[in-house]
């Protein structure tokens, strides 16, 4: 067992800018979700898969931005012409179904 | 509407002390129940978690939480805080039991300890 592994782990980029993020889940699990954290506050829930398929999305992840996990494994969050509240820390989890998540170290996007 | 709350975004002990950290839900159905720690510029660790059965769960790091359903509560303990307890704590629930086990958080509490 690796643990869930993001990639970068920090991001600088300026406003309107497009990013790309990945998560590595753990082998096995074939469920991964992603949360967003901002300072100070908890995480809130962005997305999910079960294996390739995204079954749900949060009325926070608007247009822009945008998730895939195309062979059921890693996964990519990307946000396109991002904006100053889009600065957070971006966290991904995996597990088996009923299980408890388990969650990477996150990536913090940083918006100049 | 369906939430967790965690009473008190800061809380601070001194070391030996008990930590007693306050967590409420707001749910029609009893949910699944989660504390997680995470230290700076870490990701969340799972303490413990409550599905069904004994209400009183003890997780890792001496930590222990109870489920009280009359109470729509679900607190988090320690007898005797050690400095390496400090570090930021949430309560989290499956509120949503359909919905993939997404979990919601509460607001999360510091936890300062004082030697």
């Known amino acids: 067992d690796t643990g869930v592994s993001q990639d970068p782990r920090h991001k600088i980029t300026k406003r309107g800018q497009n990013v790309t993020f990945r998560c590595d889940p753990i082998?096995?699990?074939?469920?991964l979700y992603w949360y967003r954290q901002t300072l100070g506050q908890g995480p809130e829930f962005l997305t999910y898969?079960?294996?390739?398929?995204?079954?749900?999305k949060s009325r926070l992840l608007s247009d822009r931005f945008s998730a895939e996990r195309p062979k059921g494994s890693f996964s990519t969050l990307e946000i396109q012409r991002t904006e100053q509240g889009d600065s957070a820390m971006y966290l991904c989890?995996?597990?088996?179904?009923?299980?408890?998540?388990?969650f990477g170290d996150g990536t913090r996007l940083s918006i100049l | 509407a369906q939430s967790v709350t965690q009473l008190g975004s800061h809380v601070s002990v001194s070391e030996g002390a008990l930590v007693l950290l306050r967590c409420n839900y707001s749910s029609s159905v009893p949910p699944y129940l989660f504390w997680y720690v995470q230290y700076p510029n870490q990701g969340l660790q799972l303490l413990l978690k409550y599905t069904t059965g004994a209400t009183l769960v003890k997780g890792i790091n001496g930590f222990e939480a109870e489920f009280k359903k009359s109470e729509t509560s679900f607190h988090l303990t320690k007898p005797s805080a050690h400095m390496s307890d400090a570090a930021e704590y949430f309560c989290?629930?499956?509120?949503?039991?359909?919905?993939?086990?997404?979990?919601?958080f509460g607001g999360g509490t510091r936890v300062l300890v004082k030697p």
């Open positions: 898969f079960q294996n390739e398929a995204q079954l749900e």
């Open positions: 989290a629930a499956e509120l949503y039991k359909a919905a993939g086990n997404k979990l919601t």
């Open positions: 989890a995996s597990s088996l179904p009923d299980q408890p998540q388990h």
């Open positions: 082998s096995e699990h074939n469920r």
